[in-house]
Nanobody
Framework: QVQLVESGGGLVQPGGSLRLSCAASGSIFSINAMGWYRQAPGKRREMVATITRGDSTDYANSVKGRFTISRDNAKNTEYLQMNSLKPEDTAVYYC???????????????WGQGTQVTVSS
């Protein structure tokens, strides 16, 4: 099994910063793409940022220039640095990872349980 555990969410004022972390553990041979998604109340889940194993990144237009995704392959961990936060960034943030559990195995996608980010004064 593979588990993804997020941390770092919370309440922050507009203009503030938060750093989310997501640590993958369990039966892992390698992790390919990783990413962050979010879901606000009454809205569909949306992609926030993704990063390949080679550190190529992609961002939603709404967070470009404010959020930075990174990863530490040795620790099977990814991060999301969020700056200049806005009330519209309020959502549950989920991490996702495409995992190969053994040599020659298929890639399986795993999700974390989510962490709440609330931006409010």
């Amino acid at each position: 099994q593979v588990q993804l555990v997020e941390s770092g969410g919370g309440l922050v004022q507009p203009g503030g910063s938060l750093r989310l972390s997501c640590a993958a553990s369990g039966s892992i041979f390698s992790i390919n793409a990783m990413g962050w998604y979010r879901q606000a109340p009454g809205k569909r889940r949306e992609m926030v940022a993704t990063i390949t194993r080679g550190d190529s990144t992609d961002y939603a237009n709404s967070v470009k220039g404010r959020f930075t995704i990174s990863r530490d392959n040795a620790k099977n961990t990814e991060y999301l640095q969020m700056n200049s936060l806005k009330p519209e960034d309020t959502a549950v943030y989920y991490c996702v990872a495409d995992v190969t559990r053994w040599i020659g195995g298929v890639i399986q996608q795993y999700w974390g349980q989510g962490t709440q980010v609330t931006v409010s004064s």
